[in-house]
């Protein structure tokens, strides 16, 4: 059983999608054990994205993720990672396969609806990034 870290984005809150996106995770065998609605600070969105911090679009993601509130949830389930990938689909939506989030949801390559964890060693920072043990219930 592997846990992942998930954000639905500013984008998707503001048009009403947080439990379509929810049903979607739920759907496809994962299990929200951690769970916020959050406005995060401009500290916050720049640290959690410093990875891209040369990237020519890190003035504009980091707006953009501040723009209003997101959901942080901590999803868990066999090969979680791998699987709340697939359900988010590609980066651009343009690119995404039928029946993704990023597909059905997605307005923009930026405003993209959701963010998942890449890997093992991303999923346990980003998850204590935002979560406290005593937060995460399983
Ligand atoms: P995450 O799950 O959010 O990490 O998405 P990803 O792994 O599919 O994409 P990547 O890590 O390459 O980029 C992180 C985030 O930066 C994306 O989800 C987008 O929101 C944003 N981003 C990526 N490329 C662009 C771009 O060309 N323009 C803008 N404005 N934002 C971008
Ligand atoms: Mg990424």
Partial sequence: IQRTFS??????TKRNLTGKIISKFEDAGLRIVASK???????????????H?????????????????VVVQVLEGEDAIAKNR?????????????????????????????????APETA?????FFFSDDEIVG
């Fill in 7 to 12: 954000i639905i984005k500013p984008d998707a």
């Fill in 37 to 51: 609605r959050i406005q995060m600070t401009r500290e916050q969105a720049e640290g959690f994205y410093a990875v």
């Fill in 53 to 69: 911090k040369e990237r020519p679009f890190f003035g504009e993601l980091v707006d953009f993720m501040i723009s209003g509130p």
């Fill in 86 to 118: 697939e359900v988010m689909g590609a980066t651009n939506p343009e690119n995404a396969d039928a029946g993704t989030i990023r597909k059905e949801f997605a307005l923009s390559v930026g405003e993209n609806s959701v963010h998942g964890s890449d």
């Fill in 124 to 128: 346990a920072e980003e998850i204590k």
